[in-house]
């Protein structure tokens, strides 16, 4: 039996790993190369902790101040695009606090489930991704977010993760004894994991290339063939596919591709920006997250330190804007005012674009207009920590058994 995942970022490749390992034929088609997207950029967290959407009633409110000023974290570019204006209704509609309350478990869930599939994947051979669990830590320099900590600490204790900790100055300066800290207090989540993204994408590419699955790149689809129910036949612009089942995991192209199946799944590309060093003066024990700048700092696969962050909406084809990478570094200087990290040339930094749903969760599940298509998308800024976990799920969908978790909360067709 044949099974067509279109998409190559993370969520398709897992789903390749899982649908080879149950005796698919698997074929994956990639826009790209494979080698551009979201994942290779990311923080590389892999998060028990990040249970809040995207979608909630405080971005709505700072979105609006933040949105002129050209270095903030959330940036929403204005232009007449009526894809994005009904997106933006959807995600003020759904930033509401009883669908932040709701989207917790199933969050949750998904990403423990994930962390336990990545933790499996340690033990194939040569299989290395610079896996390390020492936790994540969030620091605050106001009271506003000290208090917005100790509401996400009570949170988290509720949701049983019980390893989660407030922590004050003292002990911040212990935990990062080599600079300076510039914040008041801290949580750290000890559930939390990260690993080294680059490899983890190469060591996939790898696994799957050994096992017979088919990676073929620049393979746009342009149009799908259905008949009585089901899908028929792929096409791109160079070749055609007839397989028994397809994975739609195309990521923040998700929208327009959705489209020729008859879905509506309202996803926005939200651009990210991240600068890696090798062997810099900057030295963190923790993975951390400045919570007033929204900058995430990783240190990496034993001599690499990355900073990420912004979350800025717009489309596909406007130009890389360099003061947002300046904003992150800013933001850096702020909490660690002896680190003075230099805003690299254009060529040095990374840029993509994550599939940001108008709720701020998936959509994993069946569809049921097409009866061989399964969804995987519109994971937003969680794609590389949930990507185990989602590829487990479709391995389940697509072979028709019980799912490791309820999917009803990231149904294909929550959108009408």
Known sequence: MKVTIVGGGIIGLSSAFYLQKSGWDVTVLDKGDFTDSCGYGSAGYICPSHFVPLATPGIVKKGFNWMWNSKSPFYVQPRLDWNLISWGLKFIKSAKKENVEAAAIPLRDIDILSKAEYE????????????????????????????HAKHMYEKALSLGLNETRLIGKEELKTLEPQTNVNAIGGLLYNCDAHCYPNKLMGSLIAYLKENGVKLIPHQEVIQFEKRNGAVTKIMTETNEYQP?????ATGSWGTATAKLLDLNTPIIPGRGYSVTYEDSPYKFNYPTVLM??????????????????????????????????????????????????????????WYGYRPCSADGLPFIGRSSKQSNVTVATGHSMLGLSLGAGT????????NKNATSMDLKPFSVERFR
């Open 292 to 349: 007033e700048g929204r900058v995430a700092i990783t240190p990496m696969d034993g001599n690499k330190i990355r900073f990420g962050g912004t979350m800025e909406i717009t489309s596909h084809k406007t130009p890389i804007r360099m003061n947002r990478v300046q904003g992150i570094l800013d933001a850096v200087k702020r909490f660690y005012p002896e680190y003075d990290v230099p805003l690299p040339p254009k060529e040095k930094v």
């Open 244 to 248: 028994d089942e397809i994975v739609l």
């Open 120 to 147: 499996s994947w340690l033990k194939i051979p040569g299989f290395d991704f610079a896996y390390q669990q020492k936790g994540l830590l969030e620091i605050y320099q106001t009271e506003e977010y000290a208090e």
């Open 391 to 398: 590829g487990k799920l479709v391995d389940e969908l697509v």
